[in-house]
């Protein structure tokens, strides 16, 4: 009886090792938030958002949003039907960080914005390899800037997987214990 009950138990410690074991065999994905100085000619303004979706080396994101804008305006999302249209969506990351981008979209429908509202530009400019962005209307026509506007990446932190691994050693502890006084 005693050997039926531990065969039983290691059996569903093994399952649950296989199943929570698969979920970290997926494909491991970024998310960073970013943030930058919108040019005045642009509409000025200090630009957060967040990029979902990448993976090590080179992709495409999932999802690119603007979460905050200090003038009010671009506010949404960027990569999507039907309101959104990508033109360019080329990100690098290396050893968890962004290291290049090429993003170009625009939004037509923002609350507040009219109809036919912005354009997001993500970009590493090649001359002094700073990252830059911008946010304008898509009726504004000014040349787009030159110069290190201060976009920076920051990594989300993924969700902790470690409870279920702190769970799994302590059920196969809790079954070595059970074993050592049932014996």
Same mark, same amino acid.
């Given at each position: ?7 039983? @138990?290691?059996?569903?410690? #093994? ?5 929570? !074991?698969?979920? #970290? ?15 005045? !000619? ?16 080179? !992709? ?43 993003? #170009? ?16 530009? @993500? ?36 969700? /902790? ?6 769970? /799994? ?15």
């Amino acid at each position: 009886m005693k050997n039926s009950i531990s065969r039983v @138990l290691a059996a569903a410690t #093994v399952a649950i090792s296989v199943l929570t !074991s698969s979920h #970290v065999a997926q494909a491991v994905t970024f998310d960073f938030n970013f943030s930058f100085s919108n040019p005045e !000619s642009f509409g000025g303004g200090h630009i957060t958002g967040i990029v979902r979706g990448l993976t090590e080396g080179t !992709s495409n994101a999932t999802s690119v949003e603007i979460l905050g804008n200090t003038e009010n305006f671009g506010l949404g999302g960027y990569i999507g039907p039907p309101e959104t249209n990508t033109f360019i969506n080329l990100w690098k990351v290396e050893s968890g960080a962004v290291t290049h981008v090429d993003f #170009v979209s625009y939004i037509d429908n923002t609350p507040g914005a009219g109809s036919d509202c912005c354009v997001l530009y @993500l970009w590493f400019f090649p001359p002094t390899g700073a990252a830059e962005g911008a946010l304008r209307l898509r009726n504004n026509y000014t040349p787009y800037p030159e110069g290190d506007l201060g976009l920076r990446f920051t990594p989300v932190p993924l969700p /902790a997987s470690g409870g279920m691994l702190f769970a /799994a050693i302590m059920g196969v502890a809790g079954v070595r214990r059970w074993k050592k006084s049932s014996a």
